[in-house]
T-cell receptor, first 114, second 116 residues
Framework: DSGVTQTPKHLITATGQRVTLRCSPRSGDLSVYWYQQSLDQGLQFLIQYYNGEERAKGNILERFSAQQFPDLHSELNLSSLELGDSALYFC?????????????FGPGTRLTVT | AQSVTQPDIHITVSEGASLELRCNYSYGATPYLFWYVQSPGQGLQLLLK??????LVQGIKGFEAEFKRSQSSFNLRKPSVHWSDAAEYFC??????????????FGAGTQVVVTP
């Protein structure tokens, strides 16, 4: 158990809908990262927040948005869902902002868009 | 363009045999290098990392990796594989720049199957 929690574990929804994925980082961690793992694209970095502020951005679609709240939990919002958005979404957390800090991964949320 | 390549999609190895997983990267500067393992239904766990210094790094679970700058490689090895090592292994690289603080770029992964 990494100490990172993600809810829900599974999510099934229809095309065009909007969903919110939630992540609680390990106690004391200030950075939160979101990754998408799909058969087509592999494991891709989406976005990083540090203490409430966006710090790095990857291949995140405009239909997707994220935020980190004052209590440091983070939410990833996916809207106008398409079949291709079906994937495993991981959240990770670390103490600091750079790569020298180990990223601890949560168990993921499996999103199925039908 | 920056890239991370894991040439082997799938490897089958006998329990007790040695294992080597290949990773090649293409980056502008010396990157930070990582190996992660993903067991079925689990998140990723860091096995080891290389930032600088000794090019042979030791990790958890008996794994080690060697950074070879001339070959742009960071191969993962284990002398004797256990059945519990069956998993998917990902090589990842990252650069330390102000606009990519925590950004990791992952390879496609290598699935390791361990036979009795």
């Amino acid at each position: 158990d990494s100490g990172v929690t993600q809810t829900p574990k599974h999510l099934i929804t229809a095309t065009g809908q909007r969903v919110t994925l939630r992540c609680s980082p390990r106690s004391g961690d200030l950075s939160v990262y979101w990754y998408q793992q799909s058969l087509d694209q592999g494991l891709q970095f989406l976005i990083q927040y540090y203490n409430g502020e966006e710090r790095a951005k990857g291949n995140i679609l405009e239909r997707f948005s994220a935020q980190q709240f004052p209590d440091l939990h983070s939410e990833l919002n996916l809207s106008s869902l398409e079949l291709g958005d079906s994937a495993l979404y991981f959240c990770a957390s670390s103490v600091g902002v750079g790569l020298s800090y180990e990223q601890y991964f949560g168990p993921g949320t499996r999103l199925t868009v039908t | 363009a920056q890239s991370v390549t894991q040439p082997d999609i799938h490897i089958t190895v006998s329990e007790g045999a040695s294992l080597e997983l290949r990773c090649n990267y293409s980056y502008g500067a010396t990157p930070y290098l990582f190996w992660y393992v993903q067991s079925p239904g689990q998140g990723l766990q860091l096995l080891l990392k290389y930032f600088s210094g000794d090019t042979l790094v030791q990790g958890i679970k008996g794994f080690e990796a060697e950074f070879k700058r001339s070959q742009s490689s960071f191969n993962l090895r284990k002398p004797s594989v256990h059945w519990s090592d069956a998993a998917e292994y990902f090589c990842a690289v990252g650069a330390v720049t102000t606009d990519s603080w925590g950004k990791l770029q992952f390879g496609a992964g290598t699935q390791v199957v361990v036979t009795p």
